[in-house]
């Protein structure tokens, strides 16, 4: 077998993508990955990196281009992080994130279930609600933008096509009143400045916006109470201005601490139906139309009578249990965050729900105690975070012997490994269907229907 070395330039043919984005092709039974390319693409590619069993490389020149490239319209989705998808048509892009899933779940979940048809989104820009820029310094000047792709380079550029445009108005706004005012800018290798990242959410229906700075020392921040001001004299729209305090040398943006400096802290808007509350440190999902379209399908997919109790783990603000809560006899959900279980129960009162029950802890541990107090579910869902489920919780979800479990999942490798262990716990994997949240990156949701096996 001919042996691959750095800066061998090889001419490739890309017959698939990877779950990160990258294209995949062949050469002498070596696979090689390679960046913002299409399936169907020929290319002459040059050799960056050699591992043991695969290579990296990049396009030198493009040979004969695939039916699936466009015209990338953003300026500088070359070097962001963001979006991997700029430069295929959303068809192409839909169909890759389609195969993702179903290898996932053979490959990984050794499953056979029935795919129903992907979920596209109808808007492939502007859809997030929800955007958190990196500040940094650039020789005394403060700046914001995106992380350079694979780097922590910060580079200035807030016309990001994916959020609202009022995000880009307020984070200009924001910046030239840390240049004016001098205020330093964090600076993750020195570990010193104050002001770390720019994180603005907002209400998609409601239009309500939340701006929250984040900071090394709420102490060294009273210099924002005057920005806070200025913000809500400038745009209508901004319900609520907090600091949040993050002194870690850490790669997550938010520390715990909240202080309000304007409004309570919390933004409102609607999903599905309920009037939703909503805090900085509670997840809700980016883009909301598209969440309704998949908590609609998996309503369906729990097949809820009057007569049910349902079981919410991972319920965040409790956006999935309130949707279906006037469908069934009981709702429980569960969440580990406290300000979401705080949101939670606003939300119960402010949408008139008297069945609902919201408790705080890790979704393993409070299964065993429900499964110990003797509560039965008819329906479980499981939308966890990006690790999936531990197995306590799938153990403990399988004990409760539920009709269904419906799963959610942002990460469609860890619901496979889990659909599997539910498997040997007693349930079929029948249905999965893919949703995209997440136009032009490599995210995408995945729905999932386990029944009891008799
Ligand atoms: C993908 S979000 C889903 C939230 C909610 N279902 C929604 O759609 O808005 C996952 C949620 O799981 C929560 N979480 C993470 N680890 C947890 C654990 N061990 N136990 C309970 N909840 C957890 C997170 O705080 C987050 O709110």
Do not use: W
Request: glycine residues 8%; hydrophobic residues 40%.
């Amino acid at each position: 077998m001919e042996i691959l070395r750095k800066n061998d330039i090889i001419e490739l043919e890309i017959t698939d993508i990877s779950n990160d984005g990258n294209g995949v092709g062949h050469y002498n039974g070596i696979t090689i990955f390679v960046p913002a390319v299409a399936v169907g693409d020929v290319i002459s590619c040059r050799i960056v990196m050699v591992k043991k069993s695969f290579c990296y490389g990049r396009v030198e020149n493009l040979i004969n281009p695939s039916e699936d490239r466009i015209e990338s319209d953003c300026p500088v989705s070359k070097y962001c992080g963001g979006c991997s998808f700029r430069h295929i048509s959303y068809e192409a892009e839909c169909l890759a994130k389609d195969k993702f899933i179903r290898d996932s779940f053979e490959r990984i979940g050794k499953l056979s279930p029935e795919y129903l048809s992907f979920c596209g989104c109808k808007d492939t820009d502007l859809y997030r609600n929800k955007a958190q820029y990196p500040v940094a310094d650039d020789n005394g000047k403060a700046v914001c933008g995106f992380y350079a792709r694979r780097s922590h380079r910060v580079v200035e550029y807030t016309r990001c096509r994916l959020q609202p445009e009022i995000f880009s108005d307020i984070v200009e706004f924001i910046m030239a009143f840390v240049n004016e005012n001098h205020i330093p800018a964090y600076n993750e290798v020195a570990l010193k400045g104050l002001l770390r990242h720019i994180y603005l959410r907002r209400g998609a229906y409601s239009g309500q916006i939340m701006v929250c700075l984040v900071v090394t020392d709420f102490k060294k921040a009273k210099v924002f109470g005057k920005l806070a001001v200025l913000l809500t004299e400038k745009f209508n729209d901004i319900k609520t201005v907090v600091l949040n305090e993050n002194s870690k040398n850490t790669n997550v943006i938010l520390g715990t601490k909240m202080k309000a400096l304007v409004g309570d802290g919390t933004i409102t808007d609607t999903m599905c139906g309920n009037t939703i509350s909503i805090s900085p440190l509670s997840f809700y999902q980016v883009n909301t139309q598209q969440a309704e379209l998949l908590y609609y399908k998996a309503a369906e997919f729990a097949g809820l009578t009057p007569d049910s109790t349902l079981l919410d783990l991972y319920c965040g603000t409790g956006t999935i249990g309130l949707s279906m809560a006037r469908q069934v006899k009981k709702l429980v959900g569960v969440e580990v965050i406290q300000a979401a279980i705080d949101n939670a129960n606003v939300n119960v009162k402010t949408n008139g729900i008297t069945n609902a029950e919201f408790i705080c802890g890790d979704a393993g541990t409070v299964a065993k105690v429900l499964y110990e107090r003797g509560e039965r579910p008819d329906v479980i869902i499981a939308d966890p975070a990006r690790k999936g489920c531990d197995r306590p919780s799938l153990e403990y979800m399988a004990k409760m012997s539920p009709d269904r479990i419906v799963m959610i999942s942002c990460n469609h490798t860890t619901a496979a490994r889990d659909c599997a262990i539910l498997g040997e716990l007693g349930y079929s994997c029948d249905k999965v269907m893919g949703f995209d949240l997440f136009p032009r990156t490599t995210s995408v949701e995945t729905l999932i229907l386990l029944t009891k096996k008799n």
